[in-house]
């Protein structure tokens, strides 16, 4: 194993590091950080190129003093103030001391992935506050805390808004809109798009209230994961999640996305081996170099997993009589995806038909270079048709970025040859997917 990590040392942190795990996965989700010897950096770090996002959970018991005031702001004081300070305490850290931070108390293990550079690090802060839920039904009726973004530090009870320990947003979760949001916005590209439109909306002004984050979040999906502009100050209704949560749509277009778990069992799948060194291929890849490819496959959005889960199953029942190759549209500008599978080795030579698999899985990812100059990452996956003898996946990474007009010019002369993704030889699908099945408008 390259390195272990913790899996959250209180049963609160086992709990969002187990939610984390699934929405991030586990190359870029860290437990228990620490900056050193038993010295705490973070309770949680997620670190994903350019973003890195702090978590600091804290499941403090809400005072009953019999005071309510007294009670709100001591609960507040342990809870959200102190998150908020180690939130700014860790960021400091990170882009002071990027090479000092550590799995494991002893601090021996350093972050196996690399933290970007101070000036294009983009931090997003997250406070997980517990226990608050119960006080805060009784309270005002609703099992929440409110958001109020004008309000400062706990001038107001249930409310969270600016906080003055920090340097900027702290996103204020509790245990219900913790597990709502992480499972809505399953993915680190999700997740981010929304913490980062949340932010604009409350440097816009116009903002006034909302009784709880998640009926902000269905507010958010429901727009087309935007926040539409306003011209007045303007407060959202009551159990907007509620509303959203019971459309057919919206449940539909969630039914959908579990496809789209394939391609997160994909990355993880190859990701254990590597981590493992079990790998066929690959094991000797530095892991700044395997990082790089998986984090562009984890960049795309749960929408386009779904979209490219459905692609290569449907195209993996079909090749049990046909090897088939195709391009595969990406939700990013700048990367094409290349899928080759194959029929498997049909009692033959297995050894001999891997090489033959990866050799035609290399020559396409050239051809695909040609086919969209434009695009400077080519991702290869090879497999074969589900339920052959000795199943197997290779991937191939090509950055471009150094490729000149010659280098392309041979690419394309090599697909000519071939007869690689030439109109004539291809047949073009067109792929139409709602993300809310059935609610027009919503794509």
Known sequence: MRFRRSEGLTPSERILAELCDRSFLKLWTYPNLFKKPSKELTDLLVVFGRDVIIFSDKSCAYPNTGDAGLDWSRWYKKS?????????????????YPGEV????????????????????????????LNATDRARLATGTAALTVYPTVRNDAEQF????????????????????????????????????????????????????????DIMAYYLWNGRDF???????????????????????LAGREQNQIGIFWDNLIE?????????????????????????????????????RVLSKSILERADRAREQAISSLLESGQTDVNYVLYIGRGD?????????????????????????????????????????????????????????WTAEDIAQAEKMRQQLGYFLPAHAIETRVVEDEYPGSSGRD
């Open 80 to 96: 959200i103030k102190k998150s908020a300070l180690q939130i700014d305490q860790a960021e400091r850290w990170l882009r002071t």
């Open 102 to 129: 550590y799995l494991d108390a002893r601090c021996v293990n350093r972050l196996p992935v690399a933290l970007p550079a101070d000036e294009d690090m983009q931090v997003h802060r997250v406070c997980v506050a």
């Open 159 to 214: 409310t969270v808004g600016r906080i003055d320990q920090a340097r900027g947003w702290v996103h204020v979760f509790d245990e219900t809109s913790l597990a709502v949001v992480l499972t809505e916005l399953s993915t680190i590209s999700d997740f981010v798009h929304y913490l980062s439109a949340k932010e604009a909306l409350f440097d816009g002004g116009r903002f006034l209230f909302a009784e709880a984050e998640t």
């Open 228 to 250: 539409p502009a306003s011209a007045e100050p303007f407060r959202l209704e009551p159990n907007l999640w509620a509303q959203v949560e019971a459309s057919p749509h919206f």
């Open 269 to 305: 799948y190859v990701t254990g081996h590597y981590l493992n060194g079990t790998l066929e291929f690959g094991n000797e890849l530095q892991m700044s170099d395997y990082e790089q490819m998986v984090r562009i496959m984890a960049s795309e959005t749960r929408f386009f997993r």
């Open 346 to 402: 049909q009692g033959g030579d297995h050894d001999a038909y891997r090489v033959d698999r990866a050799s035609q899985l290399q020559a396409r990812c050239i051809a695909a270079k040609a086919v969209k100059p434009d695009r400077r990452y080519v991702i290869g996956l090879a497999m074969d048709a589900p339920g052959v003898r000795g199943s197997s996946e290779d991937f191939l990474f090509i950055d471009t970025k150094d």
